[in-house]
T-cell receptor, first 114, second 115 residues
Framework: AQSVTQLDSQVPVFEEAPVELRCNYS??????LFWYVQYPNQGLQLLLK??????LVESINGFEAEFNKSQTSFHLRKPSVHISDTAEYFC????????????FGGGTRLMVKP | EAQVTQNPRYLITVTGKKLTVTCSQN?????MSWYRQDPGLGLRQIYY???????DKGDVPEGYKVSRKEKRNFPLILESPSPNQTSLYFC??????????????FGPGTRLTVL
């Protein structure tokens, strides 16, 4: 069975500092990996995804994540965060074996302080 | 505007009183699903539907029912709610049925409290 683990439940950081949100997955088959963001009182929105090809994927608002097969990780990074990045971030995995079922990590709350 | 809508957004009810949470999408998506979100547990899938009249259990289906009579609607039914069903519920849809690679589009959520 696939599992997705987000190693930090909360990450406080000052504005303009770099940030890394950690995600590890376990799977014995080809994986699809996503990061979704949930702003306060809203539903989840896709931030970026890895399906195949280049292991480095980027979002339009400066986040990037790298698929690392040897370390089974898909960490999310941003070199300089803004107050508006304050949200909860979910790492999500899917696999060819699991049909359309997705496995969610427990979420990481990013708190950007001025 | 492409969207997934849910109603109601907030609901407080009592144990045993049947309720329905509606979900509708206007993107002609085949796949729809329901999740519950609990602190520290992320989202867990309750039920999903590949297409009209095709539904199946997710990870935590106990105490819930669904139906898919029309492509756009996927209501979640709690026949006899209990306090452990107090949670934040999300409906989601995606275009491709049976593909874990597809982007999910989420509704705004329904916060349910069962007293």
């Amino acid at each position: 069975a696939q599992s997705v683990t987000q190693l930090d439940s909360q990450v406080p950081v000052f504005e303009e500092a770099p940030v890394e949100l950690r995600c590890n997955y376990s799977s014995s088959v080809s994986v699809y990996l996503f990061w979704y963001v949930q702003y306060p009182n809203q539903g989840l929105q896709l931030l970026l995804k890895y399906l195949s090809g280049s292991t480095l994927v980027e979002s339009i608002n400066g986040f990037e994540a790298e698929f690392n097969k040897s370390q089974t990780s898909f960490h999310l990074r941003k070199p300089s965060v803004h107050i508006s990045d304050t949200a909860e971030y979910f790492c999500v995995g899917g696999s060819m074996n699991a049909g359309n079922m997705l496995t969610f990590g427990g979420g990481t709350r990013l708190m950007v302080k001025p | 505007e492409a969207q997934v809508t849910q109603n109601p957004r907030y609901l407080i009810t009592v144990t045993g009183k049947k309720l329905t949470v509606t979900c509708s999408q206007n993107m002609n998506h085949e796949y729809m699903s329901w999740y519950r979100q609990d602190p520290g547990l992320g989202l867990r899938q309750i039920y999903y539907s590949m297409n009209v009249e095709v539904t199946d259990k997710g990870d935590v289906p106990e105490g819930y029912k669904v139906s898919r009579k029309e492509k756009r609607n996927f209501p979640l039914i709690l026949e006899s709610p209990s306090p452990n069903q107090t949670s934040l519920y999300f409906c989601a849809s995606s275009a491709i049925s049976g593909g874990a690679s597809d982007t999910q589009y989420f509704g705004p959520g329904t916060r349910l409290t069962v007293l």
